[in-house]
T-cell receptor, first 116, second 111 residues
Framework: ETGVTQTPRHLVMGMTNKKSLKCEQHLGHNAMYWYKQSAKKPLELMFVYSLEERVENNSVPSRFSPECPNSSHLFLHLHTLQPEDSALYLC???????????????FGPGTRLTVL | GQNIDQPTEMTATEGAIVQINCTYQTSGFNGLFWYQQHAGEAPTFLSYNVLDGLEEKGRFSSFLSRSKGYSYLLLKELQMKDSASYLC????????????FGQGTELSVKP
């Protein structure tokens, strides 16, 4: 595997279910991100981890819970979601969380989530 | 706060040239990125500008004017495979390494 991978690619869940999204990066990067992409709306940054510590939390509802066990893996735990949470969830990584460097973000293919 | 605007949709003809504009307002500009995203796929990096001027990379070029808060992505010799969404993203110095994205421009290339 190369780059950034995400599983599952598609997920359908009921509002009472608990599920987790997984992201893995094979680039040796130190920063990882979760984004939400809804139709006709800009990418919304949800969480950022740098060296396994959360550095950004953009007022995301508590029904979304991130976990970063090591610098290569990032999870997004989901519980009691709402239909409006249906979207494409993208994971990304970059070399560092550093405002002074070029710091391109590399994206995974995303998980298409549907909440019934 | 930040505001990034780009057209929602554009249509162009195969072999032609198209320019996708992006305007932004940030308190601490620290770089602008363009990404390409095909339907159902990951966004992929196209270009990066932090200084004024034109950056050329094959059929794609990106221009930046910091004083005007303006960038454009220029696609030459359009091909059908260029049909995709093009995302403009700005980094704000006051917000660390965070990227602020525009809503994207959906480009359709017609034969």
């Amino acid at each position: 595997e190369t780059g950034v991978t995400q599983t599952p690619r598609h997920l359908v869940m009921g509002m009472t279910n608990k599920k987790s999204l997984k992201c893995e990066q094979h680039l040796g990067h130190n920063a990882m991100y979760w984004y939400k992409q809804s139709a006709k709306k800009p990418l919304e940054l949800m969480f950022v981890y740098s060296l396994e510590e959360r550095v950004e939390n953009n007022s995301v509802p508590s029904r979304f819970s991130p976990e970063c066990p090591n610098s290569s893996h990032l999870f997004l735990h989901l519980h009691t979601l709402q239909p409006e949470d249906s979207a494409l969830y993208l994971c990304a990584s970059s070399q560092d969380w550093d405002r002074d460097s070029y710091n391109e973000q590399f994206f995974g293919p995303g998980t298409r989530l549907t909440v019934l | 706060g930040q505001n990034i605007d780009q057209p929602t949709e554009m249509t162009a003809t195969e072999g032609a040239i198209v320019q996708i504009n992006c305007t932004y307002q940030t308190s601490g500009f620290n770089g602008l990125f363009w990404y390409q995203q095909h339907a159902g796929e990951a966004p992929t990096f196209l270009s990066y500008n932090v200084l004024d001027g034109l950056e050329e990379k094959g059929r794609f070029s990106s221009f930046l004017s910091r004083s005007k808060g303006y960038s454009y992505l220029l696609l030459k010799e359009l091909q059908m495979k260029d049909s995709a969404s093009y995302l403009c993203a700005v980094r704000d110095y006051n917000q660390g390494g965070k990227l602020i994205f525009g809503q994207g421009t959906e480009l359709s290339v017609k034969p």
